[in-house]
């Protein structure tokens, strides 16, 4: 992977991505990168295909089409939308962290009071809030010193408080560590927070670009509707295609041959 002198180290990149299952296309034609000390948030609907997309970019789900490039010993941590707790099973953080290696106390003290969770160690996993979980997650994929952080929803069932205190962290995780981010998520709020880019996914890369302002942009609007986007920071962003009836991508030429078409019929 070739990398101009001065640019940030791109240390994914996902191109042209098809994923089929079912008779139908999951992804279709998907482009995605992500550089050093760069967050990407993914947004989309449920069922837009992000979690495919994450698995992909993991290593999980191989491509039916397209080339995922990484560059070579690629380190990725790792935190999953959910963990199902069972009191009836007590396992302290401290054990939890350790699941996969052992890991040295200082170490274990070090991720913990880097995501602002110091003092839980010996906590049991069932007792600590859904806030302090997803810290504890996060914790677990920094042990490796990850090129790579993949967040699959890292707010979901947080209040709004610590879902801001959240934003803060993955911010200074990704200076501290000198790691890419990539945010995997529902939640449009995130695209307010440290996010240097937002890709919008509905199957395809319906748009992508810089968090900018408030707005009502149309496509943004046709995805997600009028009452989001009054209420939700979006970004300033191009977009090649638009929608027809049935969601698939048009180009906007065609779009606008078939607007002028159906507003000549409706006039006569």
Partial sequence: MIVSEGSPERLVEIRNVTVRAGGREILDHVDLSVSRGEIVTLIGLNGAGKSTLARVLLGLTAPDEGEVHRIPGLKIGYSPQHLQRDPALPISVRRFLNLDDRHHETALKQVLNDVGAAGILDTPLSDISGGELHRVLLARSLLRHPDLLVLDE???????????????????????????????????????????????????????????????????????????????????????????????????DEAESRTRAANASGGD
């Fill in 154 to 252: 890292p707010l979901a069932g947080v209040d709004v408080t610590s879902q801001s205190d959240l934003y803060r962290v993955i911010g200074d995780i990704r200076d501290r560590y000198h790691c890419g981010v990539l945010l995997v998520s529902h939640d449009l709020h995130v695209v307010m927070a440290a996010t240097d880019r937002v890709v919008c996914l509905n199957h395809h890369v319906c748009c992508t670009g810089h968090p900018r302002s408030i707005t009502s942009h149309p496509q943004f609007v046709s995805l997600f509707g009028k009452q989001v986007a009054d209420v939700v920071a979006v970004y300033a962003h191009s977009h090649d295609h638009a929608h027809d009836a049935e969601g698939h991508p048009v180009p906007l």
